[in-house]
């Protein structure tokens, strides 16, 4: 998963944090910002404010939505990837990724939201999801590059989650990036043998990495000017390090990558600066950001169809396990009884 959406609100037009109401009460809410300013973690049983489990119902279920529907443009792949190594990595990657998203949809579950409300949500078009996954993966570079840098600047974004200040989040993440970093090093490990191969193969990754470098900059997130839902978020210790920071902690970490890769980042504008001691870039185009963030990208649509469409293919799995659990349950207590 993916980030970028963890500042984007689900709903257009309500960009700005709520006020937290003034009804909450005082010793509760003074001992959960007691807990916050000591960087204790919160937990499904304690009490918290209502805008505080609304904001991590909205961050969790985006995250998870993002995992799941990030399958899509790479799991096109698999019955396609060259050879047997790269399917059999290819397949333990996108499983790794649907796993993702059942940690956090379990971790939002302890919120007290079921899973079938925030899919719903999602198959409605009222949840968002990582905007990068709205473009399509048009050759198998693409897979070698989203491992590199897709998965790398999720990554950057999801190790400060580690620490976030609710506990079932911040110990799903600790996995998750354990399992970020395998994906990153498969696609740059793939990209780096493309890169000793033919020219053409070369060209392909280049061509990639042309199309994916200022998407994965537009995935931290708008820049800290923009981002009012941050300065709370900060404050209640779910976000750690702005949108801003993240992102220039991804071009820093990357251009050297870019360097031994052998490939130009497409970015005239790129270089370093010995006085801020980090590489300036150039400006991102915040308007074709927010054209796919609001369901207009070359695959938006076809991404939540085929969500619909596998979601409602499984409905006989699910209903087939609900009846053995009924089953094996009233056979429980006839041999108790
Ligand atoms: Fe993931
Ligand atoms: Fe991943």
């Known amino acids: 998963m993916y980030t970028q959406s963890m500042s984007v609100p689900d709903e257009a037009g309500s960009r700005t944090v709520q006020p937290l109401p003034s009804t909450e009460p005082a010793d509760r809410m003074a001992r959960f910002d007691a807990c916050i300013d000591a960087d204790g973690r919160i937990e499904p049983q304690d009490w918290m404010p209502e805008a505080y489990r609304k904001t991590l119902v909205r961050q969790i279920s985006q995250h998870a939505h993002s995992e799941i529907v990030g399958m899509l443009p790479e799991g096109n792949w698999i019955s396609r990837a060259p050879s047997l190594k790269r399917k059999a990595i290819l397949i333990a990657k996108v499983q790794d990724e649907g796993g993702h998203g059942l940690y ?5 579950e302890t919120l007290g939201t079921s899973r079938d409300q925030m899919v719903q949500a999602l198959h409605e078009g009222k949840a968002k999801y990582s905007s990068i996954f709205n ?39 600790v996995r998750v990036c354990k399992e970020e970093s395998f994906h990153q090093r498969q696609g740059y490990e793939s990209l780096l043998v493309m890169m000793r191969g033919t020219q053409a193969q070369r060209d392909m990754v280049q061509d990639a990495v042309n199309r994916w470098w200022w998407k994965c900059l537009a995935m931290f997130g708008p820049p800290d000017a923009d981002s009012p839902n941050s300065v709370q978020g900060m404050r209640w210790g779910i976000k750690r390090v ?40 150039g ?33 006989w799995v699910r209903q087939a396990a609900l009846a053995h659990a009924r089953k094996q349950e009233q056979r429980r207590m006839k041999e108790a009884a």
């Open 135 to 173: 473009y399509p993966t048009l050759t198998w570079a693409d897979v070698g590059v989203v491992g590199w840098l897709v998965d790398g600047a999720a990554i950057m974004n999801q190790i400060p989650l580690c620490r976030c200040s609710y506990g079932p989040y911040a110990r799903a993440m």
């Open 104 to 108: 956090l949809y379990s971790a939002a």
């Open 283 to 315: 400006p991102i185009d915040w308007d074709e950001f927010w054209h796919t963030v609001n369901g207009n990208g070359p695959c938006n649509k076809e991404r939540l169809a085929t969500r619909v469409k596998a979601h409602e293919d499984g409905a």
């Open 242 to 281: 702005s949108n801003d920071e993240l992102r220039q902690q991804f071009v820093d970490a990357t251009v050297p990558q870019a360097k031994v890769l052998g490939v130009t980042l497409p970015d005239p504008l790129l270089k370093w600066n010995e006085e801020r001691g980090h590489h300036d870039y």
